[in-house]
Nanobody, 124 residues
Framework: QVQLVESGGALVEAGGSLRLSCAAS????????MGWFRQAPGKEREFVAA????????YYASVLKGRFTISRDNAKNTMYLQMNSLKPEDTAAYYC?????????????????WGQGTQVTVSS
């Protein structure tokens, strides 16, 4: 079992930056591939980024690459999402997830663990 707690969501102006954190407990982060999803009101949940458990190789949704950076600190059992040049369309609830494989995370497999979400609101 893994428990995930997100933090760092806030109201920010367009062009600003935020760093989201996901603290894991119960099992060590290094055992899982971890990722971020987001869901805007009235829209489906969408993949944002993932980072592999052994090599720390990041993967991004193509439309977000270059503005968002995913990272992890296995010693702290924590994953991060640095978001720069934020746009109003980035407004969403952001969810942390953990799975056993990169594919399970990228496809939002039913076996994933999920956090409760943190709200990011970008004003224009």
């Amino acid at each position: 079992q893994v428990q995930l707690v997100e933090s760092g969501g806030a109201l920010v102006e367009a062009g600003g930056s935020l760093r989201l954190s996901c603290a894991a407990s119960g099992r060590t982060v290094s055992e899982y591939t971890m990722g971020w999803f987001r869901q805007a009101p009235g829209k489906e949940r969408e993949f944002v980024a993932a980072i592999t458990l052994n090599t720390g190789v990041p993967y991004y949704a193509s439309v977000l690459k270059g503005r968002f950076t995913i990272s992890r600190d296995n010693a702290k059992n924590t994953m991060y999402l640095q978001m720069n040049s934020l746009k109003p369309e980035d407004t969403a609830a952001y969810y942390c997830t953990a799975g056993t494989t990169l594919n399970s995370v990228r496809t939002s497999d039913k076996s994933l663990y999920w956090g409760q979400g943190t709200q990011v609101t970008v004003s224009s």
